[in-house]
Structure formats: C-alpha cells, structure tokens
C-alpha cells in the first residue's frame, strides 16, 4: 500500500479551486447555498491559500524540484 501524504494532490487541489469558482463573483466574501443561506467561510482568504500553494509550486518548479512527488531536498 502507498504511503499516503497529509497534504492535498494535484486533483484535490483543482477540486477546491472549482468548488471556490462555483461561489460566485471574484471579491464576494461568502457563499450561499441554494436556498440562499450563507456559508459562513472567507472566500477572499480560501483563494489566497490556493494562490500561496501555486506559486511555491512554480517557485519550486524554477529550481528543478519535483512538485508533484515533493522534493526533500528543495530548498
């Protein structure tokens, strides 16, 4: 059995960013539901996390490090 990460792959990422585009406009702070209720969670604060993962990952990338595998030696 593969050893499993505790961190989110490439497919787990693409799912988050979909599920934050399907929010709604770029800039609204929260979410409803279908029903109109509204999700108490920092949309602007979500992205930002998804943005940070990506540019650590191009970050790494310019230096040769394996992003998706992780790399122990990157510095």
């Known amino acids: 059995m593969a050893e ?5 792959g490439p497919n787990e990422l693409k799912s988050c960013q979909e599920w934050l585009d399907s929010w709604g ?3 609204s702070p929260t979410w409803n ?8 969670v920092t949309k602007t604060q979500f992205q930002k ?3 940070t993962v990506e540019h650590w990952k191009q970050r790494a990338a310019k230096h040769g490090c394996d992003t ?3 790399d122990p030696d990157c510095g």
């Not at 539901?33 to 108490?40: A, K, M, Q």
């Open 4 to 8: 499993e990460k505790d961190i989110l």
């Open 49 to 51: 996390l998804l943005n």
């Open 33 to 40: 539901d279908e029903t109109g209720v509204s999700i108490p």
């Open 25 to 27: 406009p770029s800039g």
């Open 68 to 70: 998706e595998n992780g």
